[in-house]
Every structure is written in structure tokens, then in C-alpha cells.
């Protein structure tokens, strides 16, 4: 499955922004999807991950009640509602597809190639 994450740009604190990933392939709906981000000089963190049918997320502790992951498998698409954002969200989100909900990069096997999300103070 190849991924391509947009939706990224530039917010005040408070505000809000909403990132797409649009996968190709025919099987999308047979992966887990995940969010990760990675700030300059940080390592990249896990966000959040739904599951394949979208009845199951599970956020990081930092982002729990502002982000919101959802996903539309008829339309190959995932996204990550952002809200109140902070100037600690800053960074480049990246979308993962894998096989078993997980928070660590290395569970997941596609990329897409991350979008820059900056907020300012």
C-alpha cells in the first residue's frame, strides 16, 4: 500500500487543522493505520492508531481529547482531526500502515512521506 499524508500548514495556538492520508491498493482496509510525528532533533513519536473497521483508536497521553483519528475504508482514506493545538504539536505527521495495533514505529511496514504542521504562539 503506498500512502500519501496531506493537510499539514501553518496555526496559531488553539487552532485547529484536519491531515488527510490517501492510500492506494486495494487492500487498505486490511491495515491498522497510525499517526506519528517528529519534531527537529526528537526522535519520531507515536499520535494515534485505529484499528482496521475504525471501532478501536488509542492516542498518545498529550494529544488525548484534542486529536481525533478516524478512517473511511470505501474511500481509502485516514484523518487526524486536530484541535486546540499547541505550539509542542509542532512537527511532521507521518501515516503508518501495519498489522497489529502498536505504538512503536518499527510495527509498522508503509510510510507516507509527512506533512509539516506548525504552531505558532
Known amino acids: 500500500v503506498q500512502l500519501q499524508a496531506s493537510g499539514g500548514g501553518l496555526v496559531q495556538a488553539g487552532g485547529s487543522l484536519r491531515l488527510s492520508c490517501a492510500a492506494s491498493?486495494?487492500?487498505?482496509?486490511?491495515?491498522?493505520m497510525g499517526w506519528f510525528r517528529q519534531a527537529p532533533g526528537e526522535e519520531r513519536e507515536f499520535v494515534a492508531v485505529?484499528?482496521?473497521?475504525?471501532?478501536?483508536?488509542h492516542y498518545v497521553d498529550s494529544v488525548k481529547g484534542r486529536f481525533t483519528i478516524s478512517r473511511n475504508n470505501a474511500m481509502k482514506m485516514m484523518y487526524l482531526q486536530m484541535n486546540s493545538l499547541k505550539p509542542e504539536d509542532t512537527a511532521v505527521y507521518y501515516c503508518?500502515?501495519?498489522?497489529?495495533?502498536?505504538?512503536?514505529?518499527?510495527?509498522?511496514?508503509?510510510w507516507g512521506q509527512g506533512t509539516q504542521v506548525t504552531v505558532s504562539s
Open positions: 491498493g486495494r487492500t487498505f482496509s486490511t491495515y491498522v
Open positions: 485505529i484499528s482496521r473497521a475504525g471501532g478501536s483508536t
Open positions: 503508518a500502515a501495519g498489522r497489529n495495533i502498536a505504538t512503536m514505529v518499527n510495527e509498522y511496514e508503509y
